[in-house]
């Protein structure tokens, strides 16, 4: 098995992969995806195989995919070929909540778009439009504070670390 710990004391790594996978599944996240993410973040490469994240976490490769294939898609990882070789390796880049939160981005300009659609199929008079148009402005605002918080991390990120990431 590759030394995913770094050196570190395998059994605290565990813990702490453990322990930061169910905040993540307290929060919404599923339970397998929770555990690859926080194996992945704890890991120095920030990257593993299949392979090594069924050994670490004890599943099978079933889970490792299913898992994968979830954090792929709300762009919490990417997937890359090892040089020379058939294998992926799953990655956690430095910018994973920007890339998941961005994400987000798009998924509420859909919601803004069905509730314009509502309040219009409902009149904005009507108590029910009334409430549509509110859960709108809502998603509008939220919509506009995201994107203005992304900007500001973007400058607090280069300040803070530099521009190597």
Known sequence: MTDTTGGRDAESVSKFVESFAAQLVEAGM????????AALLSSDE??????????????????VSGGVRYLAQQHMVSREREPGSRRERYRVQGDQWYEALTNREAVLKRWEAA???GVAS???DTPAGRRMAETLAFFEFV??????MMERWRVHRETRFGGAH
């Open 30 to 37: 599923q339970r397998m995806p929770a555990r690859i993410f």
């Open 46 to 63: 920030g990257a593993m195989t299949s392979v090594e994240l069924g050994e670490q976490l004890r599943i099978s490769p079933a889970a």
């Open 115 to 117: 509730l314009s659609e």
């Open 122 to 124: 409902l009149g904005a």
């Open 143 to 148: 919509d506009g504070e995201i994107v203005a």
